[in-house]
Each structure stands twice: as structure tokens, then as C-alpha cells.
């Protein structure tokens, strides 16, 4: 019976070795959630790195491997310098800048694409030694676009598909890279290539067309006469979890474990009529969190009627701090909330709660549901689940979202209030009018916005893309030729 094989950077647990036991706990990130549906069902084998390099497994890679296989996992073991040049290196600091239109950040580094090249070969003959006849491999995200062709030159017989997580640039941008050719030949492997938004599809298929000068029709790629189907799969959230936990936590009004959740609920009871601004996001310069804090600044400065009365709670999970532009980056962010909270804090109010931690998943709906609007305003961002989340959790259907144009979530969700995350003034402006916003046109808004996410949810979303699969697969003429 074939199967389906769910190949990614990481596996969707955390591994931790103390004394001589193995512990494992599952992550609690969007990709694992969604793909833990097409996982359940039995005929499946996830692929990937176990998060720990082989420095730290030192004698304990025959248990983790039996740990993983016991769940219908395998891992890919890593040595301390690939994790080095081929996550730090190639994939963060290459592709994830130039793929989110950060030219100046964009380094190139032969040594890291070498070693990109030979992690990517690793995860392949992973792949290989497990990929049987009829199997389906779905592969993900930027940091795998090689494996596709490197599986299909050995195995031509397997259906592969391949879904990028961020967004895919611009021909202009995507050009630059040194090794353009090379990764689109890559992804041109799969029999199906899938992104968030219609206009990733089509920045993808111009660069096909302008690098590989291969004929598209449509959305299909003539791939040396191997047919490549190219799709947009906007992916979704659980939105029956959110929604059914957030109704949870609004009727037994349940404590949580969290101090600052805790702090936030006895601030509303002592202050009901103040308002709490949300945003959450990991600390990525993609993420335009020092230009939400300046365009709050202006918004206090040209709205001073609101001074005591709003409060921006910023919470900003650590991030790829190996990395030199997110020390940085959490440098700039601390000035800056000092900046405006030594403005204009008095003694009794705090403009900015900021807050630098990951927190559990009740905190975080405890979270959403308290807060009046959620402020999201990345400069890129390939689809946003945060501002999907906020959205299923309003049960009451009230409250408002300030979402960015550049967020692909923002293609869905038009009753968001979008904004460009560069024009201050404009979000100073969309700040006021949530602030002014009617319970009616709240609930207006938030009612269309929650019948889309309750349709195209996560599990819908995998489904959409594996059947897509299936179908492709069984239509192509000639899936042998490479
Ligand atoms: P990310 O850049 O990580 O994902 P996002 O889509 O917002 O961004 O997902 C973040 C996830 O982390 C959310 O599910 C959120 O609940 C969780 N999270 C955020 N802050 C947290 C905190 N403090 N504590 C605990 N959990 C927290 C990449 C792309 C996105 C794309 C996703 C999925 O960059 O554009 O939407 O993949 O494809």
C-alpha cells in the first residue's frame, strides 16, 4: 500500500536527551498542526531533523532513531557546521532575505551553498531508502528546494510535491541570486509546486519562463517534456481548536498558569473601559516590528486623547538569534519600546508591555480573546497565521484587525483593515478608526472573516494539496522524463 512521505527541516517534535533518557514533545507550530491530519491517517512517514546535531546525540542516534520510528518518523542527523552553514547559513541568511525582498541583508557565501547542496542530498537519500513504489512525498519550505529534482533523477516513478511557506519574489529580485538556475531546476522535480498566494504562483512562473525559458500554459510547466502543475494552497489554521478553546476560556473564565495573561485580566477589571492592542510575531526583521512601535509613537503624539487609555502588548518569540541580524534587530526593538514608554509612561500606565518569550497555547488564546484589535504589520510575510488565529477566536465576533497588505493572509481576509506597514500616518489614522469602530461593523467584518477561515482550514488544506497531487500525478503523460 503507498504511502505519503512529509519531508521538512524539522521534525514536529522536540527532541531532548537528559541523563540517559530520550524525551520527545510535539511542536506546537502551524506546519506540524496541519500536517498532523495527513499524518494520522497510518500510511505516512515523516522525514526530518530530530533538532539536535550529532555532537549532542554522541551514542544516542540508534534510540532516537528507534523514538522517531515509533511515531512513523525518521531522522536526518546533522552535524554541528551543517546546521552551521546550511540553517544559519544559506537558508537564513540567502534565500529567507532575498525571498522577503531584504536585498541588503541577502549575504552569499559558495561555502554555504555547498553545504545547502549536501544537506539538501542527505534529506534525498533519507527519502530514498524509504520511498517505495506508488509512495507520495511532500516536501517543504525554502530550505529543502533541491531535494525535488535530486529524488526524482534516482526514482522517477514517485509523486512529489513541493509547498514554499514564504512568499516567492519577484523575477527582479529572485534574479539575483547567484544560483537561480540551479534552484528552480530543483523545485522543477516535483510534479506539483504549491505557494500561499496567486501572486507568488505567478512571480514563480515568470522567473521559470525568463531563467529556464521553458513554456508555460497556464499554470503548467513544460519541464523538458515533463508536465509541472504550479498552484496557490492559501493555508489555514484549526479553526474549530481555536474557536472551541477560546469559548472554553470565556465561560470558566479559567486562570492561567502565566503571569503576564494574569496581569492583563486584572488591568481590564480594574480599567474596563482601556483597550489592549495585540501583536504577536517571532522577532524577524521581515515581521515590521520597530515600525509598528514608531507608527505607535506617532499615533500617541498626533492622538494624545488616547494617552492612558490604549496599551500596545507586544509579545515576540525568540528567533534564529545565531543569526547576526536578529541581535540586532532585538537590540532596536528594546531601544525603541524604552524610547516610547520612557515618553510618555505616567505612573499609573505603561504605553508598551513588551514581552520577549514563547508562551504555551492556552496563554495564547488568552491572549487573542482579551485583546480589542490585533496589529499585524509585517513588511513581508508569506501567509501570516497569526492574524487567522486572532480571527477564530473572537467568538462574540467583536474586536479588529489592522492587517498588512504584504501579509498573504491579507488576500483573504479583505474586512481586515489593511495597511502598508511603511505609511505611519496611515496606520496612526486605522489605529483611531478601530479604536472608534462600531460593535455592528465589528461583528460585520469579523462574521465574513470567520466563515472563509472555517471553511479553508488547515485540514482542508492539506487535503486540497494531496488530492491535487493524486490528480496531477494521474494526468501527466510522461512523469518518467526528467
Ligand atoms: P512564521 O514566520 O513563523 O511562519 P506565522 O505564520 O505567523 O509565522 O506563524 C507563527 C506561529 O507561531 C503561529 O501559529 C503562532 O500561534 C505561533 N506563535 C507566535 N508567537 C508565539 C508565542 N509567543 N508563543 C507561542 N506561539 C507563538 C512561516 C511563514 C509564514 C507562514 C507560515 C505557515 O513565515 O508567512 O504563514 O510559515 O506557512
Redesign the pocket.
Known amino acids: 500500500m503507498s504511502k505519503t512521505i512529509i519531508v521538512s527541516n524539522r521534525l514536529p517534535v522536540e527532541f531532548k536527551i537528559s541523563g540517559n533518557r530520550i524525551q520527545s514533545t510535539p511542536s506546537?507550530?502551524?506546519?506540524a498542526?496541519?500536517l498532523k491530519s495527513v499524518h494520522a491517517t497510518g500510511e505516512s512517514l515523516w522525514i526530518g531533523w530530530p533538532g539536535l546535531t550529532s555532537e549532542q546525540i554522541g551514542d544516542f542516534d540508534v534510540a532516537l532513531n528507534r523514538t522517531a520510528s515509533e511515531s512513523r518518523m525518521a531522522n536526518v542527523f546533522l552535524k554541528q557546521a551543517e546546521v552551521r552553514d546550511f540553517y544559519f547559513g544559506f537558508s537564513n541568511k540567502s534565500l529567507w532575505p532575498l525571498f522577503?525582498y531584504f536585498l541588503e541583508y541577502t549575504l552569499y557565501d559558495p561555502k554555504q551553498w555547498d553545504a545547502y547542496y549536501r544537506v539538501n542530498q542527505k534529506y534525498a537519500e533519507c527519502v530514498l531508502a524509504h520511498a517505495e513504489e506508488g509512495d507520495r512525498i511532500w516536501i517543504h519550505?525554502y530550505q529543502l528546494m533541491l531535494v525535488p529534482s535530486m529524488i526524482r533523477e534516482k526514482r522517477p516513478d514517485v509523486s512529489i510535491g513541493f509547498?514554499l511557506?514564504?512568499?516567492f519574489p519577484a523575477f527582479e529580485i529572485f534574479r539575483t541570486c547567484p544560483w537561480r538556475d540551479e534552484l528552480l531546476s530543483g523545485l522543477l522535480g516535483a510534479d506539483l509546486i504549491g505557494f500561499?498566494t496567486y501572486d507568488y504562483v505567478q512571480h514563480f512562473l515568470n522567473s521559470v519562463k525568463r531563467i529556464k525559458g521553458f513554456s508555460v500554459k497556464f499554470n503548467e510547466v513544460d519541464a523538458n517534456g515533463r508536465t509541472v502543475k504550479v498552484d496557490s494552497f492559501p493555508?489555514g489554521?484549526d479553526f474549530n481548536k481555536f474557536h472551541f478553546s477560546a469559548a472554553k476560556y470565556e465561560v470558566t473564565g479559567q486562570q492561567f498558569q502565566s503571569d503576564l495573561v494574569n496581569r492583563l485580566q486584572d488591568h481590564l477589571k480594574q480599567y474596563p473601559d482601556s483597550r489592549l492592542i495585540l501583536s504577536?510575531?517571532?522577532l524577524?526583521y521581515?515581521?515590521g516590528i520597530p515600525n509598528r512601535i514608531r507608527a505607535f509613537q506617532y499615533f500617541l503624539e498626533r492622538h494624545p486623547e488616547y494617552i492612558g487609555k490604549v496599551r500596545l502588548v507586544m509579545?515576540?518569540?525568540p528567533?534564529r538569534e545565531d543569526v547576526p541580524q536578529y541581535r540586532k534587530l532585538k537590540r532596536e526593538t528594546d531601544e525603541l519600546v524604552g524610547r516610547v514608554n520612557g515618553k510618555f509612561a505616567t505612573i499609573d500606565w505603561t504605553p508598551i508591555w513588551y514581552?520577549y518569550?514563547?508562551?504555551?497555547?492556552e496563554?495564547?488564546v488568552a491572549l487573542y480573546t482579551t485583546s480589542h484589535i490585533a496589529m499585524?504589520t509585517?513588511l513581508r510575510?508569506?501567509?501570516?497565521?497569526?492574524?487567522?488565529?486572532y480571527v477564530a477566536t473572537r467568538i462574540e465576533r467583536d474586536g479588529v484587525l489592522i492587517l498588512s497588505e504584504m501579509?498573504?493572509?491579507a488576500n483573504e481576509l479583505s474586512q481586515a483593515l489593511l495597511i502598508n506597514p511603511e505609511n505611519m500616518n496611515q496606520i496612526s489614522e486605522t489605529l483611531d478608526q478601530a479604536l472608534r469602530m462600531p460593535l455592528e461593523e465589528q461583528r460585520h467584518r469579523m462574521e465574513a472573516m470567520q466563515k472563509r477561515l472555517s471553511r479553508y482550514t488547515i485540514e482542508k488544506w492539506a487535503n486540497d494539496f494531496v488530492t491535487s497531487l493524486e490528480k496531477t500525478v494521474r494526468n501527466t503523460p510522461n512523469p518518467a522524463a526528467c
Open positions: 506546537v507550530g502551524g506546519l498542526t496541519g522577503h519550505d509547498f511557506h514564504i512568499p500561499h493555508m489554521v504577536i510575531d517571532r524577524d521581515t515581521k509579545l515576540a518569540v528567533s514581552f518569550r514563547s508562551l504555551p497555547y496563554d495564547l499585524i509585517p510575510d508569506g501567509m501570516n497565521l497569526v492574524a487567522k488565529e501579509a498573504g493572509a
